[in-house]
């Protein structure tokens, strides 16, 4: 466990700024919790514009959204969204009256829009979850390096805000274009280390769904969401998502900065996997999720009543759909169906429930989604170096006494 003082410098003294009426104020550390794998004592802590969660670093602020969250409902509150930063100049006093986003490189119409020209623009809505590309990598074995996160760097939001492929449209996209490219106004502290840009391809950032986002469940996007303006990229993973989003860039042939060429890469292998312990031979872009899903309403050493108990979770995928969740109280020999939740969407996390009766004695509970296109996910887990994708049939162990 750590100390008090520990703890605080962990916590950090990150100061949020006045943009969203903020005022300035310190994160402060509450208390700590453990996450169930080697070194995985975080302290609990305390931002503006969010409640308490779990710390991973202070500079830049990233924060895990504690697990029980997600038995709460299919929607995860903006104060309890997670958080995720790569450099340390994290911008948290934008003033959204001087904000400008540009939109430049291959059009015929170079933009420059201010945030009430955005909002002025046709509107659409909807409902996805953000998963970091390491959810769960403080799972992996043999351990990879990297945030050691466990289940809580993903959350799902309803997002509003301008279709990409409008303000695409509006600029002039020229023939020749290949991908488009998305800078934020975060960056490095050092020259060293590249900017955060990132890309997808013309027709991917046509496709009417990737959007411009200036709302998250009927509010403004929390300051460290990335206010006023963010990337969403339904079913894909949240690396692509760019917060703080101020440069659009169409370009001409495929983009090789640091953040598209060397890190977020898979292995290029049928289930982007190689043997534990080993080094992929090629690679590619980190794409959409995998399958997942999970128990919510009962913890791994849970002790229950013997007798009947309703399981609860949530389920979700790259956006084909969730078709089928099934569920196995006895260590997987055999499954039934579980009843499915209220659908918000393809891209949304998908609430189950199964009433199930549990007899004396230990139970090793799993749960099993299954997309629309058939996939599913393994009963052991696959690994790359990276420690992402992470997708196992998770298992919770419980006993009924
Ligand atoms: N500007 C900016 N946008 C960013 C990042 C970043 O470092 N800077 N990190 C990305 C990554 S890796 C993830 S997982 C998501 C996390 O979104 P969240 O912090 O709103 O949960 O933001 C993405 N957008
Ligand atoms: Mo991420």
């Not at 969407?345 to 296109?373: D, M």
């Amino acid at each position: 466990m750590l100390d008090r003082r520990e703890m605080m410098k962990r916590a950090g003294t990150a100061a949020l700024g006045a943009a969203a009426g903020l005022t300035s104020v310190r994160a402060f550390a509450l208390d700590t919790m453990t996450l169930p794998f080697d070194n995985g004592e975080r302290p609990l802590v305390k931002y503006p514009q969010k409640r308490p969660m779990i710390g991973l670093t202070s500079r830049p602020p990233q924060l895990e959204t504690p697990f029980s969250i997600f038995n709460d409902g299919a929607i995860t509150p903006n104060n309890a969204f997670f958080v995720r930063y790569h450099l340390a100049d994290v911008p948290l006093d934008i003033d959204p009256d001087k904000f400008t986003l540009e939109v430049k490189g291959k059009v015929d119409r170079p933009l420059k829009l201010s945030l009430k020209e955005i909002r002025k623009l046709p509107a659409i809505e909807l409902v996805a979850v953000n998963q970091c590309s390491g959810n769960s990598r403080g799972f992996f074995n043999p351990r990879v390096a990297g945030g050691q996160l466990a289940n809580g760097a993903m959350g799902n939001a309803r997002w509003r805000g301008v279709a990409l492929k409008t303000i695409l449209e509006k600029a002039g996209v020229q023939q020749g274009a290949k991908q488009v490219t998305f800078n934020g106004m975060d960056g490095p502290v050092s020259d060293k280390t590249p900017d955060f840009v990132k890309a997808l391809d013309i027709d991917h950032a046509r496709d009417g769904e990737v959007m411009l986002a200036y709302g998250m469940n009927g509010a403004e996007l929390p300051v460290l969401n990335g206010f006023p303006l963010r990337l969403v990229v339904p079913g894909y993973y949240g690396t692509y998502w760019v917060k703080h989003l101020n440069e659009i860039t169409v370009i001409d042939d495929v983009f090789d900065g640091f953040w598209m060429k060397s890190a977020y890469r898979i292995p290029d292998t049928p289930n982007n996997s190689v043997e534990p312990g080993t080094a992929p031979k090629a690679t590619i872009p980190i794409n959409r999720f995998t399958v997942r899903s999970f128990i919510t309403n009962v913890i791994d050493g849970a002790k229950l009543k013997p007798g009947a108990t309703k399981l609860k979770g949530i389920a979700f995928d790259g956006g084909k759909g969730i078709k089928e969740v099934a569920v196995s109280i006895d260590g997987g020999k055999t499954w039934t169906a579980a009843r499915l939740g209220k659908d918000l969407g393809k891209y949304s996390f998908r609430e189950w429930t199964l009433p199930v009766k549990l007899a004396a004695g230990s139970h090793e509970l799993k749960v099993r989604a299954t997309n629309n296109a058939g996939d599913t996910q393994p009963m052991d887990p696959l690994w790359n170096p990276a420690g992402y994708l992470r997708n196992v049939v998770e298992t919770v162990r419980v006993t009924a006494a």
